[in-house]
């Protein structure tokens, strides 16, 4: 003991990093190593993720579900309504919202507001007061978008009759949906449910989804994986920048848009639409992220996340391995900036299908193909940067349609991997709009959060108890 | 002596290398100066720059030009044809060609096959042959786009019936004008004229031109600089990538193009013609940047370069100081990727006026902007930082409305100092497509070049000789 304290110490120091502090002060030579306990030291997490590691029916069935992933063929095929798309919804008062399950009681407002505005809508109540009395009554049911395939960006709220994007994945014939991007400010999905709201989804509805229909029909499909890759070379990341890939499917739609015998004035108020939306392609790069997860879905013993939502309240996560069982935690802050006007005490929790870009690989996860948008959620584009290579460290490999500039062409990193986020303690970054915490006043700023991790040890746990 | 070579020694070299290895082989410790004597070892050029340096009058105008060039606030305001927007045009048998002033004789393929594709454009002759008598006969008169404002690329041929776009700098009310992009494959721009391309030219003077004009007339004046530096943030450099511009251009031109009472049938070609190039751009990018290095030039003792065009045999530069007077040498070879069965002794020397856009710090200024274009030209996205980097040590300053992502946005390089070109024997770098040789074959490549240095040692001396 003595001789080595009297040698010249190098120290490195796992844990508390005030050791390591005191070490110094008192002229030592430490590295403080920054590390934490796998599981966020949850014992019976730290044991199920000790079962799982290399275990090797975990590492097939991770290797099949993002072979899956990777081979999915996301491509644009029709415009239908939720009613017509959706057989659940033709028969029963059903509206789908952004999410895990959730009750009318616990829903956060911009939820509440967004289904209030959907109820008027449908007509299936004339005022707020019936149209929350028809709700109470039980008179109307909720699902998360998620339960039928769909995803929806903020309250993410579907009615019967809302148009939707028939997204089918070619290589295994099943579809995926999602709502229209509505534009900015007064919009369904912070919560806004006045006239002007309401007509506008009446006009989607009447003559925009119609004429995109139309479009589709002189287009043919329309791939999307190619589309967004292309995007991912342009600056955006495909969540919360979509400016390049609305470009983009905007230089596609138009010729046949022209071509399909439509009167000129609705030619233009569609055009003006979409010209008027950078965000316009969103809800198609998640109805492709969606098909693209969907894929990997329910390949046992699988830890590949395949779904990540947020319903205002609760994040939830669902894995491959587990099918349809939801793992929840409350959201996790979000870090960003705010509009004018605008703080933290008025931000609602973490919100939206949207991270199913960040699930799919992009997002969050391409942030560094999009630089530009530091300045939007705050950082720089170093951040961007070392927020896709992290991603790295939790996921099951790389996907080679979606490549970054900025990392050499490097794939991005895509399928995460429950057992790595619980492991490495690195938690999925997540790209995200931050909405009013009351209904209807909107967008109030954008930032960066990441999926809490109590949802990733309950699914670890779960998954450990299947083998 | 003696003393001196007892120690262990550490030499630092400058000049040939070969005497740095030998050191090193015998085990020395050497560092290899990069260094070259300024003006590639020429006497009277260094002479002349050692009078320039730090001289305050150059100093005082090349601060007051960059300043023009700053504040130049190009708008495109109209469509016009050549003989409308210059009047020269309008009363002689005059055809404009990109670079400096060439002689018939002298000109390349492409140069040539491009001018007969005008004049037989024109109606002034039916066939090849009697075009080229008419020519021979001197019934044709041949002057560079700059000498009227203009720049075209490639080839850069303007006769009287073309159409330009006129764009005003809206700070000194000078314009400045660009033809139109035809797009890719057999266009006049490479020296292609059969009949495809005269019928396409045909159709953008009797339709394509008069739509824009009409569509600009809706719309009113269209202020580029912000087109340009969004761009910037999404993959393009404007010279030789424009989707993102184009893209951007699109969704401003279309909803006004559908307000201008247009026959269906040529709403649809002009928008099939517009999204199915993604250069299209490109001829209003050279215009803008001709309008804001115009605005710079014609300061008294400015070293700031305002031109740098090239006409397939010599590349010819401009400086703010010494007014109209070309600065020539042969142009640089293109280092590239080839198109599948072209290689370099298929090309044509580096061609075209679109060297505007360097000049006006975009283009290969630009290139950390554009990281995806490397693989276009050849290269790593770290070799197009390093470019970007490099052309700080040859600018008089950073253009804050042009900033870099991929740089922390950082603002371009720009204002080529003729001085620090020569001082520092770091030439300017051009981002550039390959013509082949002969007249008509096209693109076969694209890649970098540098402005070739004996130019601007020539412009020093005759900056040298005013003071």
Redesign the interface.
Known sequence: MNKLFNQPLKVVNAGLSSFAENLTLAGGDVIGLNWQPPALGDIDGGLALASLIRHPLVEQANAYAFQKYLSAQPVLVDVMSAAEAIDAMARRKLILHAGPPIAWTAMCGPVKGAIIGAILFEGWAATHEAAERLVLDGGVEFEPCHHYGAVGPMAGIISPSMPLWVIENKTNGRRAYSNFNEGLGKVLRFGANNDEVLQRLHWMKQELAPALKATLKVLGEVELKPMMAQAL????EVHNRN??AT??L??RL??AL??CGLP?ET??RV??FI?GNDHFFLNLSMAACKAMTDAAHNVPFSSMVTVMARNGVNFGIRMSGTGDQWFQAPANPVEGLFFPGYGVEDAAADLGDSAITETAGVGGFAMASS??IV?FVGG???DATANSRRMQAITIGGNPAFTL??L??APTAAGIDARKVVDRSILPVINTGIAHKQAGVGQIGAGITTAPMAGFIEAIRALAEHI
Chains 1, 2 share one sequence.
């Not at 070379?233 to 955006?236: F, L």
């Open positions: 070379h342009m600056g955006d400016a390049a470009g983009l905007i230089k138009l010729p022209l071509a000129l030619v233009q055009t003006a010209v630089p530009a300045k720089t584009p170093a500039p900025p050499n062409f």
